[in-house]
């Protein structure tokens, strides 16, 4: 069956970095984008952007260019958020959700990963 | 960018209860290849979203049909003809026609 399968929660220090992955099966990896998604503790969703899988090409939201990161580790399925340089408003669970390329329908999504950000 | 006011930001309602949430668009979401790219999520506590609509109005597979979505352009209606307990949660439409991909502010579902 189709699964995105994120990485566990992370507790970092302002200024590390982190890197969250998310694993697709079931599915042609290359026949749907990857997109990021940012929900704050008890907020809404946030865009962040999103990479072409068969291209490797990234889009960054604008709050999200600079310190965010998307790559492919296409041969194992794979999507990654690299964050550097940590900061305490970073502290939220980072979604991935799969889009198709033709009727724009987000129909899977990772299950989350949490990531906190405390000194 | 697109902003997207979803109204009510709550709904309480019992079960069996038909209820609508609305979804309105700063600009037209008709892209130039005549798709309406509009979702509707359900994100229930504690889980990731899942999708129940797509492209303004056709039902995602396994959704129960009690769901239901219309408009065109920037208004935009999620209809749940009898709610059901498993219903409660919060409910985000989604555009992705115009970069930056935006998100309405979510309408939470109550049951009485």
């Known amino acids: 069956q189709i699964q995105l399968v994120q990485s566990g929660p992370e507790l970092k220090k302002p200024g590390e970095s982190v890197k969250i992955s998310c694993k697709a099966s079931g599915y042609t990896f290359t026949d749907y984008a990857m997109h990021w998604v940012k929900q704050a503790p008890g907020k809404g969703l946030k865009w962040m952007g999103w990479?072409?899988?068969?291209?490797?090409?990234?889009t960054y939201a604008d709050d999200f260019k600079g310190r965010f990161v998307f790559s492919l580790e296409a041969s194992a399925s794979t999507a990654n958020l690299q964050i550097s340089n940590l900061k305490n408003e970073d502290t939220a669970t980072y979604f991935c959700a799969r889009r198709h390329y033709y009727s724009g329908s987000f129909d899977y999504w990772g299950q989350g990963v949490m990531v906190t950000v405390s000194s | 960018d697109v902003v997207l006011t979803q109204t009510p930001p709550t709904l309480s309602a019992t079960i069996g209860q038909s209820v609508s949430i609305s979804c309105r668009s700063s600009?037209?979401?008709?892209?130039?290849?005549?798709?309406?790219?509009l979702n509707w999520l359900l994100q229930r506590p504690g889980q990731p979203p899942q999708l129940l609509i797509y492209l303004v109005s056709r039902l995602e597979s396994g959704v129960p049909n009690r769901f239901s979505g219309s408009g065109s352009g920037t208004d935009f209606t999620l209809k749940i003809s009898g709610v059901e307990a498993e219903d409660l949660g919060v409910y985000y439409c989604v555009q992705s026609t115009h970069a930056p991909l935006t998100f309405g502010s979510g309408t939470k579902l109550e049951i009485k």
């Open positions: 600009q037209s979401l008709l892209h130039s290849n005549g798709n309406t790219y």
């Open positions: 990479i072409n899988t068969y291209t490797g090409k990234p």
